[in-house]
């Protein structure tokens, strides 16, 4: 059983920077979930992220830095785009998908030429971040802190629940309360001429327009169903089709004895159990892998969700629900 941190001084940052470089495992909270955290050059380190969370070792993994000084090791090459989205809106809950150099080893990017790397905006993940670099660290690799094929967590309690038994004791949990997003980061793939998004977050397709003047290739938008399957196969999230224990429903009135997450106006009829009653849109994605998860506590069958509409974070949280709907999980790596 790994040692669980839930007051984070500056002393237990710096311990666990020193676990990290010593090759153990910290799980720590950043804005959108928990991450399972590993020194991103150590390979030993790397593999045990795959052993405790049982995934395919082929699907690549995240390098989370403190700050842009510590990018340009990482990457081969970097378009204007690119240095115009992280400028803006890093530290915060965008990944970029850039050209490897050499530091990106084929056990971080799943042997692709590319590599994913973010600055989380979490006081706690930049804390641990800097206590690393100060020790010599060039980035944690970090995938969501959940078994492969479940529901990502939004705060340490989930951690423990979820990989408990598979850490070890020399691993470590921080705790940071609750994930303030809610759902995984937006991820845009800077290879192209083009920005392209791989997986919608907080980071929304107007806000990268914005930033970029850009035109986005959005794989929600695209003509067909083709591209989007391409995209998502590339970014290694909708291979799998492991169903959430509870089977989700969308936009159908719920019955009594199943689970129900709707917006607070949204009446919760007889007999049926009220998981979540967010009033926006940014409440809905941070409340709702705890509603999942509270379902399944509960051993609830049937959860019904009234899916928010409209653009920005929505389309997020209809990407996560749609595929859980499909008996494909929310989020399996
Ligand atoms: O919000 C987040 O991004 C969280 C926190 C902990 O930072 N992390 C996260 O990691 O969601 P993970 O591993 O659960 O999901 C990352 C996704 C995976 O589907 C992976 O295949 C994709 O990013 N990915 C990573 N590197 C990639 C690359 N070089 N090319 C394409 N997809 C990549
Ligand atoms: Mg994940």
Not at 83 to 93: K, Q, T, V
Not at 111 to 133: E, K, M, W, Y
Not at 181 to 190: A, L, N
Request: proline content about 5%; charged content about 20%; glycine content about 8%.
């Amino acid at each position: 059983m790994s040692q669980f941190f839930s007051n984070c001084s500056v002393d237990a940052l710096a311990t666990a920077a020193q676990s990290l470089r010593a090759g153990a495992l910290v799980a720590f909270p950043t804005e959108t979930v928990y991450g399972l955290g590993a020194d991103a050059t150590n390979e030993q380190a790397v593999a045990r992220i795959y052993e405790v969370k049982g995934r395919p070792a082929d699907h690549p993994l995240i390098v989370h830095i403190a700050d842009l000084k510590y990018l340009k090791q990482w990457i081969f090459d970097i378009p204007e785009y690119a240095i115009a989205l992280a400028r803006e809106f890093w530290p915060g809950p965008m990944t970029l998908i850039l050209q490897r150099s050499n530091l990106a080893k084929d056990f971080i990017t799943g042997g692709q030429n590319t590599v994913g790397i973010r600055i989380p905006d979490n006081s706690l993940a930049l804390g641990l971040l800097l206590a690393f670099h100060k020790l010599g660290g060039a980035g944690i690799a970090a995938p969501s802190a959940n078994r492969f094929g479940q529901v990502s967590p939004t705060s340490a309690e989930a951690v423990r629940e979820e990989l408990g038994s598979y850490l070890s004791e020399i691993d470590l949990v921080l705790d940071g309360g609750q994930s303030a997003v809610g759902v995984e980061s937006t991820i845009i793939d800077c290879t192209g001429e083009y920005p392209r998004i791989l997986r919608p977050g907080a980071i929304t397709i107007q806000m990268i327009k914005g930033s970029t003047g850009s035109k986005v290739i959005n794989y929600m938008e695209s003509e067909s169903d083709n591209l989007r399957e391409v995209a998502t196969r590339v970014s290694g999230s909708l291979e799998n089709h492991y169903a959430p224990k509870a089977k989700v429903i969308l936009d159908k009135p719920p019955f009594a004895g199943s689970g129900y997450i709707a917006y607070e106006f949204m009446e919760t009829p007889q007999g049926v159990v009220r998981l979540a009653a967010p009033n926006s849109v940014e409440e809905f994605a941070r409340v709702l892998y705890s509603a999942l998860r509270e379902g399944d506590r509960l051993s609830i069958e049937y959860i019904f969700v009234s899916q928010p509409i409209g653009e920005g974070l929505a389309i997020a949280i209809r990407d996560r629900l749609s595929r859980s709907s499909k008996g494909r999980d929310l989020n399996p790596d």
